[in-house]
DNA sequence: ACAAGTCCTTACCGATTGGTAAGTTTTAGC
DNA sequence: GCTAAAACTTACCAATCGGTAAGGACTTGT
């Protein structure tokens, strides 16, 4: 099969930002890996930051596709918990992708990336809306909604870009085992969270 | 109050490592915020990783000690629960530090950063093992505890990091009734998942 | 055959990077 | 009031950054 260059350099920078970063990786690094010169690379795309966005835009699309296809036609605490099992399993797929993602969550705060911003917006605004459409918590404000998907959210993603990390602190051995457990456990919280409802009472300790 | 040079560089480092990352702050920039040139700053620190090793080495301890505070005598699933909410607020009263440590957890993939991974470790391992003495997880795998805890500390950690972008998200309005929502929903989550111990059964779809 | 376009090269460019060298000002001890 | 260390400065450095300019090699349509 042969894959263009174009394709090739999104995949390598892919990569390497996502391991090292925008301002960790330089455009020569990029080229480099496919033994081309850095001007090679600035002829399929005209600026750093315009090969990144597209490395980006790709992320954002792919991932629309596969979140599409997770998505049931009706919802119950079973089915968005075995969504958040789905996004367990596709972060693992595509580590790359995840961290990548979580960077740009980082670093939204100072620059204006808005690329990754609005399908985030329209994934995020999409959950929200099927976890609030539940009998449990249809008739409570919908910030409470928000927040259980956040934090179901949070354990999904925060888990994906701990790998190296994790594999480190526990040992290899150890890491597998919490790995095979992660998807069950993963499952049981967001059944236990969807079905119980939100929780009005004292929000503060 | 007078704060030593050296102390201002440490702050100001942090709020622009924690913001920009390691490779998007120049040191010249971090001098150049108290004023002073970039050779007084290498005065002080011999070098940028030396400078970003301090403000690591300051987090760690500072963390620890605040998670030591917050660590009671006995354990209760509620006591854990409350824990979390402890981090939660915990995180939000320094986000810059909870900023650089989830960079640091990205990053060490890549680097060998060694200075934030050993108290991360303790860290973490006192939480599992908190976790594994409860009644309903000792007589389970240990593994089961650790995927429990370490979806606990996502969906703290997560949310800690998503502000600025949850808030252009949601809007001002929607992103405060989220964030007072929270806690309580965390508390919840933390005590349906610690009460009701690991589940057994299938681990995938 | 030739013109045009694609894909890549080498040769540059000014700006910025982390860091060194050497000297000046300020502070502190005696 | 002298000395010495601490806290800074300006002046440099080679290396690397993202990006421009110009041209060569190859393919393709006419």
Redesign the interface.
Known sequence: MTTSTRDKLLAIGLEQFS??????VSIASIADALGLSKQALLHHFSSKEKLYGEILARISSEFEGRVAALTPGSDTPESIA?LM??LF?DSQEHPQQT?LL??E??????RARRAG?WF??DF??GLIDRVHALPPWRHH????A???A??????????A??????R???GNE?YT??H??????????AL??LS?G????????
């Open positions: 391991q090292r970063g925008f301002d960790g075995a099992v789905g399993e961290s979580m960077r969550l980082l670093d939204n705060s100072q911003r985030l917006r995020l605004a404000p919908r910030a409470m928000e927040a259980a956040y934090q179901l959210l949070g354990a999904v993603n925060y888990f870009i701990s790998t190296v990390t994790l480190a602190i526990l150890e085992a919490m095979a457990a992660f998807p069950g456990q993963l499952k049981a919280m236990a969270t119980a939100p929780i009005m009472g004292a929000t503060s300790d």
